[in-house]
């Protein structure tokens, strides 16, 4: 009578279970989406009422709270309002139509000026009249 060969399959049952205990292990710990923080609201309202917007328009025009500023003068008018500040946070608010290279630009640049926090707020907005 001649021997069967038959494969043991004993040690490839092992190293799948090992494998699936790995895998279930480190699943819930990988990071998915970006990390967010939701404004916070006091009795219903939000709390953002001296909340500083920075605008970039169509044009290339760049506005803090409907003050318009040069581009080379950001930095300093930046670092002039955030000085003072406790809570260094600022919204970002573009319009959709202008490339994101721009908006990533005016982030480094109030990150440059001791912004801690940015939230970004993308929309399509026709230009106010009496804007310059």
């Not at 799948?16 to 006091?42: C, H, N, R, W, Y």
């Not at 169509?58 to 930095?75: A, M, P, S, T």
Request: proline share 5%; charged share 25%; aromatic share 6%.
């Amino acid at each position: 009578m001649a021997a069967k060969a038959e494969p043991n399959v004993v040690p490839l049952c092992d190293v799948l279970l090992v494998l699936l205990i790995i895998f279930m292990v480190i699943s819930p710990s990988i990071q998915k989406g970006l990390d967010a923080k939701l404004p916070e609201t006091v009795g219903g309202t939000t709390t953002a009422v001296d909340a500083i917007v920075m605008t970039l328009h169509n044009d290339g025009k760049i506005d803090i709270n409907k003050q318009f500023y040069e581009r080379d003068l950001l930095h300093s008018e930046l670092m002039r309002i955030y000085g003072p500040r406790q809570h260094k946070s600022i919204l970002v608010r573009a319009d959709a139509r202008v490339p994101f290279t721009n908006v990533v630009e005016l982030m480094d640049i109030a990150r440059g000026a001791g912004v801690e926090e940015i939230g970004i707020v993308l929309e399509y907005f026709e230009e106010e009249e009496g804007g310059n």
